[in-house]
């Protein structure tokens, strides 16, 4: 089982001097608020829904967070603050980034390795885009899937989603399979990829 305050990686030294570690409990608003902004707008009818939303995402990710399971991880993206209220050298942890890798069981039809890894819920806070945040990321979890003793990664993307899609094409995703929109006829969703990188050993 991953340690609740392990710490996995930073970037270079001349970056932003972020660093990779176990999300805790107390990362919990932090995490919610970068996740329900970067999945949902607040604006028009959608505002109306927005904190129930955010409630769901906050209570199923504590339950998450709480969970023992020896193949469960959230990472989180940590950049050290000092708010300008508090005295010197007392440093705030503020979340950028995060993302969620867990075993998942695939059915027999499915193109998929029976046990596998899989990545879900990757957001990194919009002041910290476009910094290597992802990446960083998606390195750590490779790292620990290897540690875990596996050699796949699988994620799925919308179609729609074109950063995240050149983010994973960069990272070496490749597809698998597109799935048809999940909304009937005549209302138009975007499909789903699903994508799969191996590890190399
Ligand atoms: C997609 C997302 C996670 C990328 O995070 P990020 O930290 O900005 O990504 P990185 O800085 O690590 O970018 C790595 C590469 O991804 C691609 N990429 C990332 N954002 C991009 C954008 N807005 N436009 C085009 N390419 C982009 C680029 O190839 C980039 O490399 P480059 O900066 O050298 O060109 C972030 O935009 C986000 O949180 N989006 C909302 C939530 C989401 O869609 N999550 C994915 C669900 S499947």
């Given at each position: 089982?991953?340690?609740?305050?392990?710490?996995?990686?930073?970037?270079?030294?001349?970056?932003?001097?972020?660093?990779?570690?176990?999300?805790?409990?107390?990362?919990?608003?932090?995490?919610?608020?970068?996740?329900?902004?970067?999945?949902?707008?607040?604006?028009?009818?959608?505002?109306?829904?927005?904190?129930?939303?955010?409630?769901?995402?906050?209570e199923d990710l504590r339950q998450r967070?709480?969970?023992?399971?020896?193949?469960?991880v959230c990472l989180a993206v940590i950049?050290?603050?000092?708010?300008?209220?508090?005295?010197?050298h007392t440093y705030c942890d503020c979340?950028?980034?995060?993302?969620?890798?867990?075993?998942?069981?695939?059915?027999?039809?499915?193109?998929?390795?029976?046990?596998?890894?899989?990545?879900?819920?990757?957001?990194?806070?919009?002041?910290?885009?476009?910094?290597?945040?992802?990446?960083?990321?998606?390195?750590?979890?490779?790292?620990?899937?290897?540690?875990?003793?596996?050699?796949?990664?699988?994620?799925?993307?919308?179609?729609?989603?074109?950063?995240?899609?050149?983010?994973?094409?960069?990272?070496?995703?490749?597809?698998?399979?597109?799935?048809?929109?999940?909304?009937?006829?005549?209302?138009?969703?975007?499909?789903?990829?699903?994508?799969?990188?191996?590890?190399?050993?």
């Open positions: 089982m991953t340690p609740s305050n392990a710490e996995f990686s930073s970037l270079p030294e001349s970056s932003l001097q972020m660093r990779v570690r176990s999300a805790r409990l107390d990362d919990l608003p932090q995490l919610t608020e970068i996740l329900t902004s970067s999945f949902y707008v607040r604006t028009g009818w959608m505002g109306w829904l927005y904190p129930l939303l955010k409630l769901g995402i906050s967070l709480r969970s023992q399971n020896p193949h469960y950049r050290q603050i000092l708010p300008v209220q508090m005295a010197a979340v950028t980034g995060t993302i969620e890798l867990s075993q998942r069981y695939a059915l027999p039809w499915q193109p998929i390795k029976p046990q596998h890894l899989y990545l879900s819920n990757l957001a990194v806070h919009p002041e910290f885009r476009r910094q290597g945040v992802a990446q960083l990321l998606l390195k750590t979890c490779e790292q620990i899937a290897l540690d875990w003793g596996f050699d796949d990664l699988y994620l799925h993307v919308m179609e729609d989603n074109l950063q995240a899609r050149q983010l994973y094409r960069k990272a070496g995703f490749q597809l698998v399979q597109l799935k048809s929109a999940s909304l009937p006829w005549p209302w138009p969703s975007p499909r789903r990829l699903l994508m799969h990188k191996p590890l190399a050993r």
